[in-house]
């Protein structure tokens, strides 16, 4: 029996509920088929946006979108998707697969796509390609009020209120697609665009400078020197760094040798948990690194791209990054949410690459037809950790040992919301031992509890044919002896376990 330990008493951070954020690239079939469809399409739809994708999507309460890149962000003149259909530019999406890019879905999609989700928007400018104008006139199109030339063309587009930015992204790995920079060139470039990231009327943009690939750590310290303001330091009144991106994904076996998303054996399964549980270190790392500079915590760490990589399905564009999803990579986006949730005082939003069709999507569609993945289903499981008070959490975990990689066969993170309710989810990384766990609150009597739970082979999936192979149900058998619990998490599984001790938020330290 192994121990499971959450203390009501020692709390952390607020989780904030932009880490369990999304991206959505102009990338493949991520946009175009697997969001929009325009409005004239017979597959159901509100102003050219899927139904079931947006329903989906605010089912699990995604907070934040990311848009329009990735890569294609640095490529992206906002003036080409702006104005009548008929009047918008073809080009070629060189990044992505070479096909046709028509800007039907543009500036005022956006903001609609977001309004029907109930989410913000997050959108990241062109550093790479772009001008400081361009940049600069994308803001005041989307969020100036008065009488302005931009304000005016947003007017004569149908859209009279400016609209809410909370989020803008100063370029996307600019280290490589968005301008092959060195960091001191990012920086300086970095502290010019954000001169005229303005912020007009009540509308506060957090402005998040493109940080670091993986464990690059030396662009951290570079941007921490260089771009982090302190009071009465380094830059005037319109110089800020509210964010530094981070990005990471899982390539199981190199970028060479990722495989199947399918076909797997056990050495490659453990080898992808491997790489996936090294966000745990890069976060430390490029924390300690930031905090050096700004122990307040003023500059969060958004992790806006992470998630697995394989290679594409058989038959599809190799530049679609189109790949199915199974309980491998719903045990990933398990342990990695924990891993967010754990270093909630720093990381303030992630976005999971992609949304739909693209790398470990939430989502996939085939024509009129939809799926939810594995990974979706763990968003949903964790959903109620959103803006709820981190608690400390410890679970007894050993280690599984294969090639070079040790796994723990248990990850968790647990948090109180406002209602009082005591929420951990915690994952069994074990494709074939199921565990007898123990969980007790410290001096806490547990009065009761249920669980959800998403469990199945590592290489389950749903598909379109079978899209309910992979679906959370109840954890049964959940017993309460002297106010702990007892139950049984089977092999390869996420749970969430809600525990009611009472009520009321518990004050500690
Ligand atoms: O998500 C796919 C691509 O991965 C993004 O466009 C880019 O930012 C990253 O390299």
Not at 62 to 84: K, N, Q, T
Not at 136 to 141: D, F, G, L, Q, T
Not at 388 to 408: F, K, M, R, T
Not at 456 to 480: H, S
Request: hydrophobic share 35%.
């Amino acid at each position: 029996m192994r121990r499971l330990v959450i203390n009501p008493a020692r709390k952390g951070a607020a989780i904030n509920k932009n880490i369990y954020g999304h991206f959505a690239e102009h990338l493949g079939r991520c946009i175009y088929g697997g969001i929009f469809v325009g409005a004239s399409s017979q597959i159901p739809n509100v102003n050219g946006m899927r139904t079931d994708v947006v329903e989906a999507l605010k089912a699990i309460k995604a907070p934040v979108l990311r848009w329009p890149g990735g890569c294609f962000a640095d490529e992206y003149h906002w003036m080409d998707g702006i104005g009548s259909q008929a009047g918008r530019k073809n080009m070629i999406n060189t990044h992505w697969g070479g096909v046709v890019e028509d800007n039907s879905f543009g500036t005022h999609e956006f903001f609609e796509l977001c309004a029907q989700i109930g989410c913000d928007p997050y959108i990241t400018g062109n550093v790479g390609s772009g001008t400081v104008r361009e940049m600069s006139e994308w803001v005041e199109y989307i969020t100036f009020d008065g009488v302005s030339p931009m304000a005016g063309l947003r007017r004569e587009n149908g859209r009279e209120a400016p609209w809410k930015l909370p989020f803008f992204g100063v370029g996307n790995e600019n280290w490589g697609c968005g301008g092959n920079m060195c960091a001191g060139t990012y920086a300086r470039t970095y502290r010019q665009y954000q001169t005229y990231v303005r912020e007009y009327a009540e509308n506060k943009i957090a402005k998040i400078a493109c940080g670091p690939n993986s464990d690059d750590y030396e662009w951290t310290q570079t941007m921490m020197d260089n771009c982090h303001c302190r009071k009465g330091h380094k830059g005037g009144a319109n110089f800020r760094m509210d964010g530094l991106s981070l990005h990471y994904y899982t390539y199981p076996g190199g970028r060479e040798n990722r495989g199947s998303a399918l076909h797997f054996d056990y050495e490659k399964y453990f080898q992808t948990l491997g790489e996936a549980l090294r966000m745990e270190a890069l976060i430390r790392g490029h924390s300690f690194i930031m905090d050096q500079y700004d122990p307040e915590k003023t500059v969060g760490l958004v992790v806006d791209e992470w998630g697995t990589w394989y290679d594409v399905e058989e038959g599809t564009n190799p530049g679609f990054l189109y790949q199915q999803n199974t309980m491998r990579d719903a045990i990933v986006a398990g342990v990695t949410l924990n891993t967010f949730n754990n270093h909630c005082d720093r990381v303030v939003m992630a976005n999971i690459a992609q949304t739909v069709n693209v790398l470990q999507a939430v989502i996939l569609t085939q024509d009129e037809k939809m799926i939810l993945t594995p990974t979706y289903h763990v968003f949903d499981l964790y959903k109620g950790h959103q803006d709820a008070l981190l608690l400390e959490s410890y679970v007894e975990a050993q280690d599984i040992l294969c090639g070079e990689y040790a796994i723990p066969d248990l990850h968790v993170s647990a948090s109180q919301g406002g209602d009082g309710a005591i929420r951990a989810t915690l994952v069994n990384l074990s494709p074939n031992r199921e565990q007898a766990i123990k969980c007790g609150l410290g001096e806490l009597n547990i009065k009761s509890a249920a669980a959800r739970v998403l469990a199945g082979a590592m290489d389950a999936y749903n598909d379109f044919d079978a899209p309910g192979i992979v679906q959370p149900g109840p954890l049964e058998g959940i017993t309460i002896h002297g106010g702990e619990i007892d139950f049984v998490l089977p092999a390869c599984a996420v749970a969430e376990i809600v525990i009611d001790a009472g009520g009321s938020l518990v004050q500690g330290s």
